[in-house]
């Protein structure tokens, strides 16, 4: 017997008796089971307020409570104050109730009569403005009222603690990981100055009870000045050991505040301010009920689609001296110039204050979160669904100009993570993976790299090509080699219920070296073969919907859109970013389902009835 035949047995004996786990753990044929980079997207709003929030309960919702608005979002049938049934078509993955901290709960304490609030002498003013023994209207309060709740909120910490437990309680218990992902949370509402300048912010803790509720929410009637709230959540995270983010929005009406180069107090922002924010606001919410905070007509002027869901004459009429100055503050209102102003401050201070990522939520404040132009049931319980809610004043009181049709059926948060979790989506959401949406689920991919070819868009693993050759929506890219270009692989495949694409955008902003900021807007995909002329503009894909039947047909555009492409005007020596906004064709907006529903002969021709539906992606940074 020769010495190899004998090792060819020995080997094959040995074969018989190995355990089959063995053979598994050595070479897996289930190759995809082990991936570790995020393969799924889920659907969430981080910005929902219930009857909690003073401005809600006054505003008729004092029905809704949250665990009504969490079964809500699950998919379960909610009935309404006047009795309707409302359910959502799809449920959602995650949710962030985020009541206002100013007045948490205190309305319904104190309409309920055996409260312990009655006793002091706020309490009690309150009491009577409700109770129709002051002139005051509950409904449409003045000044104050809220002046009252701030002395109440502040000198009542007990029934604070205890309102907030139950708030975190309540996130707990409708917590379940795997399926359905809760997050405590509240809102801060800094509204400084005599225009109610909005700084909002909306707070988001990753962690459970335990945490959560060693702290009370942080009121701007404890502090206006956002730096402060920064320092709120570093207390927090260092005495608890927990992780928490803040998430500003309608940075539209702020008046110029929001992406300000000068501190609250009027300071130049300095290094400590940038590090701060950086760390605490990873994101911006750039769509919502009151409108649409990407960019602005007049800080993109050659921004074909910049004109969307657009709010001026926020928050009150104003005379023209006063209009100019609003129309140069645009570019301290909007997300996309607060980005390239985020370069040249990466430049002269060595941190960017303004490098978020970008998702979208409703600000829903009637416990239903739901973002749909067919079931849209408004931003606050009084302007539900009605025959003549269209030209409706929302706030007849303190802005008379902003009639209910000027509110926008938006948004959603889209969140690439490995799992339905706290951990995975709160990981996702600092990293910045994560994309708005006006309320359609579209799918959105984009990797930035400097090896993706073209076939890699044709492939079915895209995400492995992505991960593997680059760096995702949120990432940085580094190191270009001398004479080369990044490359981006892009794939968005439309709504499974929804409208087909019109197109795909590449929105590309730098900082050159004489220190201008500009951007540039790429047509990157477009649906139906149609190709650029040479001014990069593309015809229109055109328009399907009928507006008597509330309805259009996907006749156009096309349901997927995949492309790798190039920077044909990169330079290594700048700073830039880019991000991506795909764009549905025209469908019905919420205005014109309501006039179907209600049979409205003739709507307004102020009133929009057009709507073409987008998703913006994160940026992808690039620094020299």
């Known amino acids: 017997m020769s010495f190899r035949v004998f090792q060819i047995r020995v080997l094959a004996s040995l074969l018989l008796i190995v355990p089959a786990a063995e053979v598994v ?12 980079s995020p393969n799924q997207v889920y659907w969430g709003d981080t910005h929902l307020h219930t009857r909690l929030s003073a401005d809600a309960y006054m505003k008729k919702n004092r029905l809704l409570t949250s665990a009504d608005a969490y079964r809500f979002a699950m998919g379960d049938t909610v009935t309404t104050h006047d009795g309707r049934a409302v359910k959502l078509r799809r449920p959602l993955d995650f949710i962030v109730i985020a009541d206002h901290a100013e007045e948490l709960g205190v309305l319904i304490d104190i309409d309920s009569q055996d409260s312990q609030l009655l006793n002091t002498e706020f309490g009690r003013k309150i ?10 209207s509950p409904s449409e309060p003045g000044e104050d009222i809220w002046a009252l709740m701030a002395g109440l909120n502040v000198s009542s910490p007990d029934f604070r603690q205890s309102t907030w437990g139950g708030v975190v309680e309540s996130a707990d218990k409708f917590n379940s990981p795997g399926s359905f992902t809760t997050f405590s949370g509240f809102e801060w509402s800094s509204n ?6 909005n700084l909002h912010r909306v707070v988001i803790f990753k962690d459970g009870a335990q945490k959560v509720t060693q702290v009370t929410p942080y009121s701007s009637f404890e502090s206006e000045d956002p730096e402060d709230l920064w320092r709120y959540l570093s207390n927090y995270s260092k005495s608890t050991d927990g992780d928490v983010i803040a998430i500003p929005h309608n940075s539209n009406v702020s008046n110029g505040r929001m992406f300000a180069l000068v501190d609250f107090k009027g300071q130049p922002i300095d290094l400590g301010y940038a590090k701060l924010r950086s760390r605490w606001e990873p994101l911006v919410e750039v769509t919502q009920m009151k409108g649409d905070s990407e960019t602005h007509p007049s800080v993109s002027p050659d921004d074909k689609f910049a004109d969307y869901e657009t709010w001026d004459g926020w928050p009150r009429e104003m005379d023209e001296v006063e209009l100019k100055e609003r129309r140069d503050f645009k570019p301290f209102e909007y997300a996309r110039p607060a980005l390239k102003l985020g370069l040249a401050q990466n430049v002269k201070l060595g941190v960017n204050p303004f490098k978020f990522g970008m998702i979208g939520s409703t600000d829903s404040h009637t416990s239903l979160s739901t973002a749909d132009e067919n079931n849209f049931w408004g931003k606050t319980t009084k302007d539900g669904p009605a025959i003549d809610r ?12 902003v009639k209910v049709w000027k509110s926008s059926a938006a948004g959603y948060s889209a969140v690439w993570a490995q799992e339905n979790t706290r951990e995975s989506i709160f990981a996702a959401m600092k990293r910045k993976e994560v994309y708005a949406s006006t309320g359609p689920r579209i799918s959105v991919r984009f990797f930035g ?5 073209s076939r890699d868009a044709l492939r079915p693993d895209l995400a492995t090509i992505g991960y593997s050759k680059g760096v995702p929506m949120g990432g940085d890219l580094v190191n270009a080699a001398k004479g080369k270009s990044p490359s981006f692989l892009i794939r968005a495949v439309k709504d499974p219920d929804g409208a087909n694409l019109d197109r795909v955008q590449v929105i590309k902003g730098w900082h050159d070296s ?8 790429y047509n990157v995909a477009l649906s139906d073969g149609r190709t650029e002329d040479k001014s990069r503009t593309a015809v229109s894909v055109g328009n399907t919907v009928n507006i008597k039947d509330a309805s259009y047909i996907n006749s156009i555009g096309d349901p997927e859109l995949a492309v790798v492409w190039q920077d044909p005007d990169f330079d290594r020596d700048e700073l830039a970013f880019y991000y991506l906004r795909v764009l549905e064709i025209p469908t019905p907006r919420w205005t014109v389902y309501d006039a179907k529903f209600f049979d409205v002969k003739n709507i307004s021709k102020e009133v929009p009835v057009l709507t073409q539906e987008r998703a913006y992606s994160s940026p992808i940074w690039y620094t020299p």
Not at 29 to 36: G, I
Not at 192 to 197: E, I, Q, S, V
Not at 449 to 453: A, F
Request: proline fraction near 9%.
């Open 25 to 36: 753990a050595r070479e897996n044929y289930s190759p995809d089971a082990n991936v570790k």
């Open 127 to 136: 009491y009577n403005i409700f109770t129709g023994v002051s002139e005051q």
């Open 192 to 197: 400084p100055g005599k225009n109610y300048d």
């Open 390 to 401: 269209m030209m409706t004043p929302s706030n007849p009181d303190l802005f008379p100009s």
């Open 449 to 453: 790299g400097w090896d993706y070819q």
């Open 514 to 521: 004489q220190g201008q900021l500009h951007e540039l807007i």
